[in-house]
């Protein structure tokens, strides 16, 4: 039973990422206007991580701001294989 719980979870956790992956590299394509219905929808399920992640670099390092490259991606894929290993961790160590 554990195992199919971290199967699902395993599963959203990695269509995340491939989201945060889309993210960045529509990042890198000029698309002209944001009405794209996959450019909203990409933009609208990442902010919820990529936004923290933005501010906290922010706050770490001040002059972030005027850096060429958005590491919050980076940070947030980060973070999902931390969420991850943890999952793993309650589900199998702790049981």
């Known amino acids: 039973m554990a195992y199919r ?3 699902l979870l395993s599963l959203a956790l990695d269509i995340y990422y491939f989201a945060i992956i889309a993210r960045v590299l529509l990042s ?3 698309i002209g206007d944001n009405n794209n219905t996959f450019v909203k929808w990409i933009l609208k399920i990442t902010d919820p991580v990529i936004r923290p992640c933005q501010a906290l670099i922010q706050r770490v390092f001040p002059r972030a701001q005027y850096m060429p490259f958005d590491f919050s991606p980076i940070l947030a894929i980060f973070l999902i294989d931390i969420v991850r290993r943890l999952i793993f961790r ?3 160590i702790f049981v």
Do not use: R, S, T
């Open 28 to 30: 890198w394509v000029p």
């Open 90 to 92: 309650i589900l199998f």
């Open 5 to 7: 719980i971290y199967q």
